[in-house]
Nanobody, 126 residues
Framework: QVQLVESGGGLVQAGGSLRLSCVAS????????MGWFRQAPGKEREFVAA????????RYADSVNGRFTISRDNAKNTVYLQMNSLKPEDTAVYYC???????????????????WGQGTQVTVSS
């Protein structure tokens, strides 16, 4: 069982930056690929970024590529999402998730993730 707790959300002006953190419980963090997803009001949950176990492979949604960076610190059981050049359309609840299956690359599909955090709100004002 893995428990995930996100933090770092808040209100920021367009063009600003935020860094989200997600701390995982348990000793198996380094065995999980990790992902960030988001859900805006009235919209479906969508993929944002993912990173494999060893941090050697990352994937990004086209909408955030070049602006967001996912990273992880396995010694701290933590995954990060650095968000720069934020836009109002980035407003959403952001969730981190853990994928315990072995794959050749981090998945972009939410159905592949076994564990989810409670989410943290990010609001970008124009």
């Amino acid at each position: 069982q893995v428990q995930l707790v996100e933090s770092g959300g808040g209100l920021v002006q367009a063009g600003g930056s935020l860094r989200l953190s997600c701390v995982a419980s348990g000793r198996t963090f380094s065995r999980n690929a990790m992902g960030w997803f988001r859900q805006a009001p009235g919209k479906e949950r969508e993929f944002v970024a993912a990173i494999n176990r060893s941090a050697t492979s990352t994937r990004y949604a086209d909408s955030v590529n070049g602006r967001f960076t996912i990273s992880r610190d396995n010694a701290k059981n933590t995954v990060y999402l650095q968000m720069n050049s934020l836009k109002p359309e980035d407003t959403a609840v952001y969730y981190c998730a853990a994928d315990s299956a072995f794959r050749f690359g981090p998945s972009v599909r939410d159905i592949d993730y076994d564990y989810w955090g409670q989410g943290t709100q990010v609001t970008v004002s124009s």
